[in-house]
Structure formats: structure tokens, C-alpha cells
């Protein structure tokens, strides 16, 4: 997954829309190919010029998402997609984190309330329409989040290791916090973490 100034990922969308101008190159269009392949050459350079930290350099590719009125991170090497949330059912007899399921083009994805797990208070007012869909090996459930932010690359020089959450939350599950307070969960912890399977 690669970056995106958006506030939002319609997987979807985009696939239609790379579809329908492939066909529209292959069928219809007059414009040589050479014209082509000077325009794709010269978005490649504008794309690769924004990116102020060079692929060599140490840092992680992150997602941010908003949760109230707190910003978070992941990896996206752990994220698997962005959902919109439109049918969730809830299920009786499961743990408070445990919002309920998706159906994702039939796949049956658990749902979590991420406050819940991390220890967070519930006082602020949320939307929490949107799913990040976690994975990892045989591991997959979903992350409520009120807004998707956007991916991009974080130098790990911003990454403050010993700042792994406030004492009123659990920081076992944080990689880190920035020098602007993004909070970045640890991923594998996550989808690793046996309080979070539900049996």
C-alpha cells in the first residue's frame, strides 16, 4: 500500500476507475503510445518528488486514523484494507471489544473497538465508520476508526520508543509516540495478543 493524500480509500472506486482508463488506452484512445508513456513518466517523477524521505532511509510506512479525538498509526504492512462500515451485525455472549461482524465479500471479519482493548476512556463522541481490516498469517479481525487519515512514511527518528502510552493506558500495545503525539500501535502485538482472540 502507498501513500495517498486523501481522507479516504475506496479500494473499489479505484480499481473501476484503473480499469475503465486501461480500456480506454487499449481501445479508443488516438494518443500514441509514446505520448503515454511520457505522461505516466512524468506523474511518476511529481509522485516520487513529494516524498521527502528516501526509501533508503530508516522509517516505517504508516496508516493514521483518528479514534475521537486522538490520532493513531499501524504499519501498513499489518493492514490489509480500509472498510466502510455499512452492516455490522453484533453478536450476544462476546467480550465488550468485540463490536460484532462484517461481512466482507463473504468473508466474516470480527469487528473491535480498539478503546476498549487499549484501556482508553469512552467520554469523547465518535463515528467509528470506518473498518481497518488487521492481518497477519491466519490472524484477521477489524479496527473501528472515526477517519481514515492517510498513509505515509514515518522517520524512525521521530519515533519515541519510551513513550509507549500515558499510565492510564496500556502501552504494551504502542511501538512508540511521535514528537507530535501520533500514537503508533505494534501491529503484531496486536493481532498477536491473546486477550484480543476470542475463542
Not at 86 to 99: A, E, K, S, W
Not at 138 to 148: I, K, N, P, T, W
Not at 156 to 161: G, P, R, Y
Amino acid at each position: 500500500m502507498k501513500g495517498s493524500h486523501g481522507s479516504q480509500f475506496d479500494w473499489q472506486s479505484i480499481r473501476r476507475r484503473l480499469d475503465a482508463a486501461l480500456a480506454y488506452i487499449d481501445h479508443e484512445t488516438k494518443v500514441p503510445v509514446s505520448e503515454v508513456n511520457r505522461i505516466l513518466k512524468a506523474r511518476a517523477q511529481v509522485l516520487a518528488q513529494e516524498s521527502t524521505v528516501s526509501e533508503s532511509d530508516e522509517s516505517l510506512e504508516i496508516l493514521e486514523f483518528q479514534l475521537g479525538h486522538e490520532r493513531y498509526a499501524v504499519e501498513t504492512c499489518y493492514v490489509r484494507e480500509v472498510y466502510q462500515l455499512d452492516n455490522l451485525t453484533t453478536l450476544p455472549g462476546v467480550p465488550p471489544f468485540v463490536m460484532g461482524v462484517v461481512n466482507i465479500r463473504g468473508e466474516i471479519v470480527s469487528v473491535v473497538d480498539i478503546k476498549h482493548v487499549l484501556g482508553l476512556p469512552e467520554k469523547s463522541i465518535t463515528h467509528l465508520n470506518k473498518v481497518i481490516v488487521m492481518e497477519l498469517h491466519s490472524m484477521v479481525f477489524g479496527v473501528l476508526a472515526d477517519e481514515f487519515e492517510g498513509v505515509r512514511r514515518l522517520p524512525m527518528s521521530e519515533l519515541d520508543a519510551s513513550r509507549q502510552g500515558s499510565t492510564r493506558i496500556d502501552g504494551s500495545y504502542f511501538r512508540g509516540i511521535t514528537t507530535s503525539g501520533l500514537a503508533i500501535l505494534d501491529g503484531q502485538v496486536l493481532l498477536n495478543a491473546e486477550s484480543i482472540i476470542v475463542k
